[in-house]
């Protein structure tokens, strides 16, 4: 036998560990069930996240799909427009259309009307 003595409060604060593993051991299976329904809460309000995300991001394709529409529209309006307006320029300059009319039908209203009307919404003419 050694003569060197035995150091006790290592022993003591390996009882001391134990003894916090088992109450915590035992307050986690308490505390169990509440944080199961947690993460079941947590996981639901995640799912009705990506679903409002998910209308959100649908509603968005919808608008940018009618504004494309509305947009191809508001093209082809102009474009006609521009070929009335065009159009009585040319019977105009050539004569083959009055300025103003005897019979009260004014064809500068006309092209005034599908000139301003397409240069609103394009300003490349």
Same mark, same amino acid.
């Given at each position: =036998?050694? &003569?060197e003595?035995?150091? #006790? &409060?290592?022993? *003591? ?7 916090? /593993?088992?109450?915590?051991? /035992?307050?986690?299976? *308490? ?5 199961? !329904?947690?993460?079941?809460? #947590?996981?639901?309000? $995640? =799912? ?7 209308? #959100?991001? +649908?509603?968005?394709?919808? =608008? !940018? ?6 947009? &191809? ?7 006609? #427009? ?6 009585? +320029? ?5 004569? $083959?259309?009055?300025i ?6 004014? !064809? %500068?209203?006309?092209? +005034? ?7 609103? /919404? %394009?300003?490349?003419?």
């Amino acid at each position: =036998m050694s &003569n060197e003595r035995i150091d #006790l &409060n290592q022993f *003591e604060n390996i009882g001391r560990v134990a003894r916090i /593993y088992r109450e915590e051991k /035992y307050n986690l299976s *308490e505390k169990a069930p509440d944080l199961i !329904a947690e993460l079941k809460d #947590l996981r639901w309000k $995640h =799912m009705q996240v990506l679903k409002e995300r998910k209308d #959100l991001r +649908d509603e968005g394709l919808r =608008m !940018a799909k009618k504004l494309d529409s509305d947009r &191809n529209l508001i093209e082809s309006l102009c474009d006609a #427009l521009r070929i009335i307006r065009n159009d009585l +320029d040319e019977a105009i300059a050539q004569g $083959h259309l009055p300025i103003k009319s005897t019979d009260g039908i004014d !064809a %500068t209203k006309i092209r +005034d009307f599908a000139k301003r009307k397409s240069n609103r /919404y %394009t300003h490349n003419e």
